[in-house]
């Protein structure tokens, strides 16, 4: 569901979770809670995500705030339905999007 | 710690019955006797639990395998271990014994060595034989207790749900020259949509329509809570400054909400919702869109199209800022509003029904009045599923003003 990597010292959380639903939030944020991670910037991969809700989003700004980031951490990968809801939420305002991990690796944190 | 086992010893010679005695009594058994099978069955329709029977083959009256028979006729209902005592050898007896219900033989003239180790076997039964029954009594209990829990639990969401569908405002109704139709169609697993419109004090309406995350009795009681929050006060007076009677605008009521219920630490209940105020005289509408889908306008003459600029969820982050659209009504000019079970709602194979297949059915039932607006949008919904039930709540709030 959750896997943590380091690349170039940012922390890449990489969601392979199909379904980012109410069915799977609690769990979801659980299951993050219980990793541990290295300072430094915060990448989230959602390349494996192909839906979310209002609930899946509730958990990855739980993770936010949990994590208390200086500044807006990364996310890529959003195929069209996700990228729909975050454009309707704004999510742009809590999170810098990039097309993918390679772009966000590249582009100097925030 | 089991009970002590209880043996019925049945032999018509009382020196083979002491001896028997003698030795199950050495192996912790507690003993009774019986000088013939009627007796024996007597004593075990009375005794209080009988968990074995050594009975001697050749008896008068009633021979040991008849015996056997006719203790499994009582239907007894912990299982008698019996263990036969016989001279004879052929396999014939012996299987017209076993047909009769004796588990076990022991030959005679017999070792009392090989008694001891028979009875060492029918403990260990007797003890497996009432750990089975322990655990099946626990399962029973258990069993029991969560049928109880789950019907309790069923009892509050049925309770959450009566709740949230009785402060649901009428399905059709006129206010002033506005037109309100509405409707919500439950999921089994009952969630958390909400919506309302009611007239302020300058002559405008103020509505809304809220979907708690989650499901549940929980969500389905948020959106009570929210209910009763958001009343004509809420948005004239709800953010303590005095508007004379004026509504103030949508997103300072959603900004008061969201500062309300941003909790300081764990994220627990948050929700999407549109919250506008239409003034019937201007046909001004001016709404705030938090994470809610889009409202759809459908115009007289045009193409039903969305309205909004999106914005972020209540209830999250605090801090957050919300802004108005503003869109200026003609007459007959449809508004609708609904849930993300609408656009969300998935066919047999998962595919949404998604917002463009809405604004063409919006378009196609145009000329049709607006109570009928919300039942076409549920008999298209039902269609697209397949017939069966829906995931999540469904509802669709439409409104129009005629000149």
Partial sequence: MLTITQANGTNVLTIDAGRLDAAIAVRFKDTFLAQELSPGPVLIDMTGVSFIDSSGLGALISIVKHLKLPGRPGICGLQPSVKTMFSLTRMDRVFAIYPDVATALATPAQ | ?403
């Avoid at chain 2, 058994?29 to 009988?50: K, T, Y």
């Avoid at chain 2, 626990?138 to 069923?154: F, G, I, S, V, W």
């Fill in chain 2, 1 to 403: 710690m089991p009970e002590t086992p209880r043996v019925l010893i049945v032999d018509d010679d009382p020196v083979m019955r002491d001896l028997v005695s003698v030795i199950t009594m050495a192996q912790g058994f507690e003993v009774l006797q019986a000088s013939d099978g009627a007796e024996g069955l007597s004593i075990i329709r009375n005794a209080p639990r009988i968990d074995l029977v050594i009975s001697d083959w050749e008896m008068p009256f009633m021979d040991g395998v008849e015996f056997c028979r006719q203790i499994r006729a009582l239907h007894m209902p912990k299982y008698i271990h019996v263990l036969l005592l016989t001279a004879r050898q052929r396999q014939a007896d012996f299987l017209a014994a076993m047909e009769a219900g004796a588990d076990d033989f022991l030959s005679k003239p017999f070792n009392p060595a090989m008694l001891s180790a028979r009875l060492g076997v029918t403990k260990r039964l007797l003890a497996l034989q009432s750990r089975l029954m322990q655990n099946n009594e626990l399962l029973t209990r258990t069993n029991e207790r969560l049928t109880e829990t789950y019907t309790k639990l069923q009892e509050d969401m049925d309770a959450a749900a009566r709740a949230q569908r009785r402060l649901l405002p009428e399905p059709l109704k006129t206010m002033g020259r506005a037109h309100f139709a509405s409707c919500l169609v439950p999921s089994a697993d009952i969630s958390g949509d909400m919506y309302n419109f009611f007239e302020l004090p300058d002559g405008s309406i103020g509505f809304y329509m809220v979907d708690v995350a989650g499901h549940g009795a929980r969500a389905a009681l948020m959106s009570v809570t929210l209910n009763r929050l958001l009343n004509a006060d809420a948005f004239v007076n709800g953010d303590g400054r005095q508007h004379h009677g004026r509504p103030h605008a949508p997103h300072s009521v959603v900004s008061e909400l969201n500062r309300r219920f941003v909790p300081d630490s764990e994220i627990v209940d948050h929700f999407t919702m549109i919250c506008g105020v239409l003034d019937q005289d201007t046909g001004q509408l001016r709404f705030c869109q938090a994470g809610h889908p889009h409202p759809v306008v459908v115009p007289r003459n045009g193409a039903p199209h969305a309205v909004g600029s999106g914005g972020f969820p209540v209830g999250l982050l605090d801090g957050m800022d919300y802004d108005d659209t503003i869109v200026s009504l003609a007459p007959g000019t449809r508004v609708v509003l609904h849930s993300d079970g609408v656009t969300e709602c998935a066919s047999p194979d998962g595919e949404f029904y998604g917002e463009a297949r809405l604004h063409k059915l919006l378009d196609e039932v145009r000329e049709l009045p607006i109570d009928q607006v919300s039942d076409a949008v549920r008999e298209a919904l039902y269609a697209w599923r397949g017939g069966t039930g829906f995931d999540d709540d469904v509802s669709v709030l439409a409104f129009e003003i005629h000149s």
